[in-house]
């Protein structure tokens, strides 16, 4: 057993701090001043200090690190780290464009696409040209269950027909999105993981519509935006189907595995963050006479924040280990079991740093209101608490029942 | 024991159960309408259906139900259900003209108010003419410790001079804000309890500036608002101090006591209502071919919820009781403890109601964020839970040590 | 509403915790040393003080005060303090007569007994001169589901023939144990809950065998113990029947809802009494300076068992008093409420007061970790935690259901 | 990174789990059964089959493997699995002579024993001869704060002259314990660090008297034992002064890292077992027509059972691996983290179980009770709770601190 990082990761984890506080930390008033856009949604604009962010990155070799094959050829257990120093301030991710859905769409491309598709869509997402959404959870219907889908993408004659109605798609908001992956039930008929597809959808099809956006308690996430999104009658060519017909369910699993790992440490990121912020307030902040650390019982919502964050840290980083060397069907169980963990461990952290800040914490002279948003949607998104717990369960029994050698 | 409620609760429960369902909750989509007003806080506008409904609340005799002594002449007990009732709607406490701060500020000049304030003040507010405001929070130290607080309110010939820096001033950016209530050092020289005074300051007066309203969770609680406010050389004649020069720590002790119980059966109130809503959907929504409501451990977080609703709304209730038979002093530990449970039953149920409606429970289409923001607030306002912990654990102790004859 | 307890029950608490403080408290150390019998269980003795304790109970009034018919026609809610009294003791429900299973015992026989098995059993129990058991849980089976019973109670001619294995037999090992309530299948064909019955059974009747006794945590609970107790052809004459053939369900049911009220407030007077332990050594114990109570997060783990201990007594107290107005039925919700919340309040806070006396909170020389068994098998004994919460969750969905129309 | 154990831990794991299964656990009703000595704990005496055992272990070369320098030679953290192994019987421990105190004992002689001491105590403690003990903890004041110390350890001309009363002495009791280690106040004006010394004593010495056994839960984990010992006027040559006058409090400091670490892997190890018992029972136990594991939130308790569990065996291993590379001051944090965290999983995963054996759980008939008892303990021994949490929250803030910048 080793627990340092190899050399690699730990260069990339040094120059990536570096980067942070040189060129993003400081830049985070600039990017909320230049974001003021105009009265709605469609008026959002790219604020241009991140142009200059993302240009800075790629000339530092921190771009694209996500991804194993044509990117920094990191392992998962080496882009981790990475990804937890990125989960420190809101507007990081894209700045190495190793932003949500982005990065799991281009995965997605890189293992299923066509020549056509790669080229199209691919290149200009891995340049950061343009960005992507990913368009999966319906409004009518439990999403947790995905054989509740209800869209449709028919067959018909050399097109493909899309009809249905998608939320939470994430990122479509902004301006340089401009192409989403939307799924669809293709053919009921087929095995239970064989009736889906997956199609790339130009966000200017005839028949996309973005009825809203929705906010997360109260905020909007602009420039991103998570848009409620109709689709009627939208027509593609058969080039737009990715992998095929009906392979949608597999793509889609295979997409989850590193992007879990990715939110899992982002939120680690933000619960480390938290506490720094949460350890400076305790104590700089005075009352009766003393500061705030030594105070009741704060040293022990102290201590309880730094072993939850290090336990989580620890079982994300032995999934992501588990993905690179026995895959994501031998770490279904890890996975699942820090996609319960590390939100939930980040929202308590982070509601504690709220805490100690008083009034301030809950307002936006803090980012922790932010940041709290961002780790309690992370409870429902990409399979709630619930359904994972599930999982774990099932599979934990499974193996019980086979080491006894009885019947589960 | 009697856990019945007295004839007059009773009766009067089951009219504002009516007028709720009849008026109030019916008039939360137009209200919502009506409020969008201009780009900023200054432009905020009292919907019109407030007015309307506030006129109907008047007339079918649910008005100023709070106030003891001039208004229905009702128990804190026999008021408490009622407060639980206004806690299902953000709009409902102000159509009863029952919302805080203008509750606490009205009590206050009832009991400590001179003759020519009274007729200024209190007679508008009771009839629901004019808002107002309290400032006692600053930005500067932690106000959880009253002895922190810096503004100043210095007698200078036959004026008082204020200056300071308040914030988290609930209700001023309201269009009917007329007047504010400041708290502020007098007497430095003078015993810990007698240094502050409270002074009457017309919201027009020349140095008053509101300098920004403050996001809770992103929301500004538009009309109402929780605003920072400077005071820079604020002159105003010496009536308008509330009881005299140095009572301010006074007169803020007897305030808090019923505030906290309002404040704390409308966090249950908004902790029964999360929960109908987390039923409704758990009947309602199917996942994996069965109601969440049948779907794993769902039934225990129903039945937790239950519980902790029960437990919470008997203490409060008690501790009503308390006020009512031994006073505020005898009822200090049970008003520190339900200001501590209520606001956390109801984040916790809240959130458990949120997590039933997967995202849609975090966005705007259900009133869970909004109860939410209301709830973790309460969690810091009045006192942040540590405090009343600390006051918990101090009278127990001292209760324990005289009970045994031991020295604390 | 009324949080005082009545003249009467305010009298009677008075009386009794004079008693405990004069007679029971002081002879605990006597009983426990006069309790030392011969090497195994069928030598335990009644220790010679508790008949003195008793008889001078019995002359002060304090006897059978559970009982509302024939006892001191006590209200459930005005005895619920009483008994809450007595949980500060091992031995003090003995002492006033009050101890299960012998109370529910009685009120079966009040309430469902013929005159004959009054004057045999009922009588003598009333006087406090002999003890019984209640055989109803079975090894084999998970008993929290009633309909899992095996044991078997037939009619051959003018004789009932009991077979069938019981265990957590409570105070069978105690030398006044002369007979226990059987409760078996009577008739499988009839409906689910009239299928059962339940038999008087003297203690000698050939085929009554006491197979062991069960140690909890490693204790005996001598002289009382906890017996599996097999029953081999146990034939005795059809007036042994309580209440006739098939009524066992209708009769448990009945019994469950009393018994439960005592054990929740017996429940609630050992967490009172462990926190009054917890405190006294909080105060007295120093550890780096300074009391134990000064450290760290020692004052809102205080503050914390306060507020648990109070919203739990008066849920049950609630619970007592809808009995009281409602019935059973009425107040089952409420009833299944306390049975999960008492044990577990209880549980926690005398954990908590182990660890403030550290090893010592662990050995003999406090009776905390008797408290500590007494109270974790309350978690299990009448249903355990899980079916209970699975009974309030039921209850409050069909009330939701039925409140906005849906269906369930 | 790299979460899979070096090919010798693997190979070691794999031999200790066969000899586990084959030899230690199939024993474990022998050694029960061959225990029961005389009506005390002076008659105690050693199963014979332990010490069949033990030869096979020796024979098998799985024998001290605990210690790095004369033993395995493993490193902690190939060692940690080993333990938590042996976590799963009670017996397990001493079997390989793994078992504390006297694994502690031999790392203090190993690293500060004079020759004599060593051939004198610490060969035949590794041969498995003998036993011992260690007095350290006072039953009068606070243990947890070292300072409190009272006993002596004087100086008189050749002579050392020891005084005191100490208690839970584990290992006392046992029928091989042959030698103490004591530690005592030497010099009292010295700094506050150089003040104890360590003596060590052999159980015959005059003046040394075991006064009790100190139960758990009821339990006297015979045939160990936790004694409270008086130590009256006791005089030992010089030589047995363990590392000199004065070094006492740098060798307790020393001794305590590995076996924080051994305590925390076994109590994984019974942690582990237990939930194996717990999805045993929820599968095989039928209620309401269904396996327990698929009724109400059964799976979300083998779920968070098996997410703490990997999260506290990752970060005991991690702990570990620090002592391994950076060395006990190093991981001061870590080690603390653990300490807390590993008995507190292991008692929350012991009590599911229990909860889910019903009333089986709580007797002798499942070994949890016994696991229960070692886990609580462990909650208290070596700094309880309350001291580790203080600990890792002074070096967080003393972290953070310099990381800002700024002045803790």
Redesign the interface.
Known sequence: ??????DN?TSLIARMQSFMQEHVIPAEQTYAAQLRGG?DWTQWQQPPVMEELKAKARAAGLWNLFLPEDGARLSN??YAPLAEITGRSMIAPEVFNCNAPDTGNMEVLVKYGSEEQKQRWLKPLMAGEIRSAFCM?E?E?????AT?MQASAILEGDEVVLNGRK??SSGIGHPNCKVLIFMGLSDTSADKHQQHSMILVPLDTPGVKIERM??????LDEPYG?GEVSFTNVRLPLSSIIGGLGRGFEIAQGRLGPGRIHHCMRAIGAAEFA??LL??R???????GKP??K??????I???A??AI???R??T??AA??MD?VGVKGAM??IS?IK??APNVATQVIDAA??MH????????FPL??L??YA??L???DG???V???L???L??KR??K??G?S?
């Open positions: 057993m080793n627990f340092a990082h190899s990761a009265a257990v080496d959870t409004p219907v439990a999403s947790s269950d509740n939320w939470w929705l906010p997360v308690f109260h905020t998570h506490l720094e350890c400076k305790a104590i700089q902040r005075v009352a009766f705030l650390a105070l009741g019982g704060n040293a022990d102290i201590a309880n730094r072993m290090e336990q989580a620890l079982l980083l032995k280990w588990m060397t169980s890890e079991q319960v963990i709220m805490q008083g009034g301030a914490g809950l307002s936006d002279d209101t932010a709290y948003a309690r949607v409870r429902i998104a709630p608490d619930e994972h717990r599930g774990i369960a099932k934990e029994l019980q029942a080491r006894l009885i589960n």
